[in-house]
């Protein structure tokens, strides 16, 4: 493959997975609204569109065409600067993720993944990690007293909840021995017995690492049980008190974009990617795979819902104490148990 | 396939690097400054992407500009911007500077010119897959005491943090 070539291919990737994600981030969003409308015996959106399916693009509308604010006691270059920090990491962490194995399109093969870095998981864990200062530099520059309770709440809780999530996922990376995202998946083809799939969820003891991802990941992403930096009955909106039109649009599109972005590592990690029962026409071959990865995803993505329709908010110090004295010791424990299983066994 | 304007990307990173450095020491805002040193170490993390050493380049991402640099950020914002922006951003030791300054050139300059003789001219390319394993390899086996002695550097500093900012133990 030339260069030319490359770019084109690449470019095409880029932007058909912008537009599938920016409309799995509108829809999850109409999602969580319908489904937490019903957990609460109400309708949700019915409206517009059958079953209120075009709310979405209402809202986007909406949001598009509000008076763009920007307050007068704010520091200008940073306010409008965090929500596109925030937007673009959100993003910019699906470019690694592959939904699929290899296809071949027109005689050229290419993998169902904009790019296969072999340190794919790294890169995911360094662009959230610059994710967080989208959310405390617009705490800070809103220069209200708020938001910045917001943001420091919200990078105190994803710097501690950090922690466990990367330790929590080093005992996949031993299992597998490597960082390659399409490697990982690779390693859990084929099941113990016939019957239980070789997933990482059923194997050496990471069930656990999959309960403290899961926690972790919903702190990091300020969602409840861990929606302390935007709790309204407390801090108004938190970081995005004084956010409106777009730019709170950019703030709300990266929050779901980082929900789906976390719904896939777990899928990829613990729950094997793409791989699941294999039948029919070769062209049903072909698609099964990429349907299984979503639907894995979507179940994921319908826990963060249903989550958020059960549980109450924790309280800031709970926070705190859970994250460092219960899931910290976990992840640390759970971690040299993988490491003395993997070295009795070889 | 092959890397392409590698000369680009090294003075692109590498003048990246020392102007975020240089508004580091220049900007008055505190918060300025961290921004500044972010930029620097993600221009550090390309630099090391360039060194074949993806690892490294990660790590510097998540623990430097990731972690270390919000715990910075959190800090600043915590405290009292407006006396500290109204006190004096340089001491006048410039004697000392002068001194400080021209050792560490006269170190760069050597270097720049035999630098040949000391640092080896090829480094057996370690393969990018293995790179990890690798580092990790090397950490545990031929640098163990170095490793050793510096999670004991950091143990000791928890430990002084922990004493300090608690009054009763």
Not at chain 1, 51 to 71: H, I, N, R, S, Y
Not at chain 1, 75 to 98: D, E, F, G, N, R
Not at chain 1, 238 to 251: I, L, N, P, R, V
Request: proline share 4%.
């Amino acid at each position: 493959m030339n260069v030319g070539t490359f770019i084109l291919v690449s470019a095409i990737k880029t932007v058909i997975a912008l537009l599938v994600l920016l409309t799995a981030v509108a829809y999850t969003v109409w999602l969580e609204r319908k489904v937490v409308g019903h957990i609460q015996n109400r309708w949700g959106p019915t409206r517009v569109g059958p079953f209120g399916l075009l709310q979405p693009l209402a809202d986007g509308v909406k949001f598009m065409f509000k008076e763009d604010l920007v307050p007068p006691h704010v520091y200008k270059p940073l306010y409008i600067a965090a929500p596109i920090i925030a937007v673009v990491c959100a993003l910019t962490s699906i470019s690694v993720i592959p939904i699929g194995n290899w296809v071949t399109v027109g005689g050229l093969r290419t993998p169902l993944q904009i790019t296969d870095l072999n340190i794919g998981l790294l890169i995911i864990l360094g662009i959230t990690s610059m994710g967080v200062y989208g959310v405390a530099l617009a705490g800070w520059s809103s220069n209200s007293k708020y938001s910045l309770l917001g943001g420091l709440r919200a990078s105190a809780q994803m710097v501690s909840y950090e922690i466990s999530l990367g330790l929590s996922l080093i005992g996949v990376l031993i299992l597998a021995g490597s960082f390659s995202l399409r490697e990982i998946v690779d390693a859990q083809a084929g099941s113990f017995w016939g019957f239980i799939p070789k997933w990482n969820i059923f194997y050496g003891g990471q069930i656990v690492a999959f309960f403290i991802y899961l926690t972790s990941a919903y702190a990091e992403t300020n969602r409840i049980p861990f929606d302390l930096p935007e709790a309204e009955t407390e801090l108004v909106a938190g970081y995005h008190t004084e956010y409106s039109a777009m730019k709170f649009a950019m703030f709300f599109m990266a929050e779901y974009a980082n929900m789906i972005t976390v719904s896939c590592v777990a899928t990829l990690l613990f729950l094997g990617g793409w791989h699941g029962p294999l039948f029919g026409a070769a062209v049903l071959q072909e698609i099964l795979p990429v349907f299984w990865f979503l639907l894995k995803v979507f179940v994921f993505l319908f826990i963060y819902i249903w989550v958020r329709g059960t549980l109450p908010r924790f309280r800031y110090d709970q926070l705190m104490a859970f994250g460092w004295k219960f899931l910290l010791p976990l992840a640390i424990a759970n971690l040299v148990l993988t490491g003395l299983i993997v070295a009795l066994r070889s | 396939m092959q890397p392409v304007a590698t000369t680009f990307f090294f003075y692109f990173l590498a003048a990246l690097t020392l102007a975020g450095g240089v508004l580091v020491i220049t900007r008055k805002n505190p918060v300025h400054s961290a921004l500044a040193l972010i930029i620097a170490l993600l221009a550090q993390a390309g630099l090391y992407l360039m060194l074949y050493a993806p690892f490294v380049a990660g790590v510097q991402i998540i623990l430097y500009a990731g972690g270390i640099m919000v715990l910075f950020l959190f800090v600043i914002m915590l405290v009292n911007l407006e006396r500290s922006q109204r006190e004096e951003q340089f001491n006048k030791q410039w004697l000392l500077g002068i001194i400080a300054a021209t050792a560490l050139g006269a170190l760069f300059i050597t270097i720049f010119v035999r630098g040949r003789a000391i640092f080896p001219v090829h480094i057996a390319a370690v393969a990018e897959e293995s790179n990890t394993q690798e580092i990790g390899l090397m950490l545990y086996g031929n640098y163990m005491f170095t490793f050793e002695i510096a999670s004991l550097l950091l143990l000791v500093a928890i430990i002084g943090a922990v004493v300090m900012a608690k009054k009763r133990i």
